[in-house]
Nanobody, 121 residues
């Protein structure tokens, strides 16, 4: 059984900062990509950023220069530092990880339950 647990969401004023954290735990043989998605009310879920050893860090255009993703490979954690936040960043943010649960298995997508980020004055 694998779990992704997020933390760090909340309410922040425009221009402010938040740092999201996600920890993967359970029966983990290996992790490829880890990243963050978000879903705003009435919109589809979109990729925000992801990071892997092979591809490095990748960002959607709307957050480039403002958000920074990082990983602690030893602790199976991923972080998202969000700076210069805008009201349009308001969404539920989900942690995502491609996890292999046994040797020879395929990587499977796992999701956290989501953490609310609200940017408002």
């Amino acid at each position: 059984q694998v779990q992704l647990e997020e933390s760090g969401g909340g309410l922040v004023q425009p221009g402010g900062s938040l740092r999201l954290s996600c920890a993967a735990s359970g029966d983990i043989f290996g992790i490829n990509d880890m990243g963050w998605y978000r879903q705003a009310p009435g919109k589809e879920r979109e990729s925000v950023a992801d990071v892997s050893k092979s591809s490095g860090a990748r960002y959607t255009d709307s957050v480039k220069g403002r958000f920074a993703i990082s990983r602690d490979y030893a602790k199976n954690m991923v972080f998202l530092q969000m700076n210069s936040l805008k009201p349009e960043d308001t969404a539920v943010y989900y942690c995502n990880a491609a996890i292999k649960i046994y040797l020879g298995g395929s990587y499977i997508d796992f999701w956290g339950q989501g953490t609310q980020v609200t940017v408002s004055s």
